[in-house]
Every structure is written in structure tokens, then in C-alpha cells.
Nanobody, 124 residues
Framework: EVQLVESGGGLVQPGGSLRLSCAASGFTFSGYGLSWVRQAPGKGLEWVSGINSGGVMTVYGDSVKGRFTVSRDNAKNTLYLQMNSLKPEDTAVYYC?????????????????WGQGTQVTVSS
């Protein structure tokens, strides 16, 4: 059974930091491109960041570039998102997603596997 389980969300003040994790099982993690996707209240899905299967290529959406860092540990089957300088507009449910082919994509419908999401709330 394929599982992607996010953790690390919570309530943080503006300007603060959080580190999200996504633990994977049930598929060949090291062969998949991975991304973080978020959904703010009342809005659609927004692609946030992606990383290739080897972890050497990363890409970011304009809204998070320079503040967020994506990484992965293929030995631990885990994806991470370090979020710094958080803003209220970063408030959303954050999902990790995996696609075959090794390369990430900003095309959300290209992802096969999804986690259940973790809530991030940025508020004073």
C-alpha cells in the first residue's frame, strides 16, 4: 500500500519557521519526482516546490522562492520543506505528492500519489 504521511505543520507567527516532513512507503521512493502542493482556505491547489529523484534539482513557485527550501533523503524515504520568513498568506494545508519519471512538475495533475496533508497556520 502506497502511503505519504505529512507532519510538522502547526501555528506559527509571521516571520517564523516550520519544517514539514513527508514519510513515504509502498513504492520506489528514489525513482520519483516529488513536490509540495498547498491549498489555502477557499482556494484551489497551488504548486509550491519540487525536487527530482536524485535530489540535485529543485524548483520553486514565485510566491515562496527565497523563503522555502525543499530537500529529500532517499535513504529515509522522506521529503522535507523548510519554510522560513512565513507570511499569513502561506496559511494552507500542505500536501506532498509523487510522480513517476524522476522529474518534478508544476502540473498538479501529473502526480500519482498524494498525502493527506498537514495544516500550516501563520498568524499573530
Amino acid at each position: 500500500e502506497v502511503q505519504l504521511v505529512e507532519s510538522g505543520g502547526g501555528l506559527v507567527q509571521p516571520g517564523g519557521s516550520l519544517r514539514l516532513s513527508c514519510a513515504a512507503s509502498g513504492f520506489t521512493f528514489s525513482g520519483y519526482g516529488l513536490s509540495w502542493v498547498r491549498q489555502a482556505p477557499g482556494k484551489g491547489l497551488e504548486w509550491v516546490s519540487g525536487i527530482n529523484s536524485g535530489g540535485v534539482m529543485t524548483v520553486y513557485g514565485d510566491s515562496v522562492k527565497g523563503r522555502f527550501t525543499v530537500s529529500r533523503d532517499n535513504a529515509k524515504n522522506t521529503l522535507y520543506l523548510q519554510m522560513n520568513s512565513l507570511k499569513p498568506e502561506d496559511t494552507a494545508v500542505y500536501y506532498c505528492a509523487a510522480k513517476a519519471g524522476g522529474q518534478p512538475s508544476s502540473a498538479i495533475n501529473s502526480y500519482y500519489y498524494w498525502g493527506q496533508g498537514t495544516q500550516v497556520t501563520v498568524s499573530s
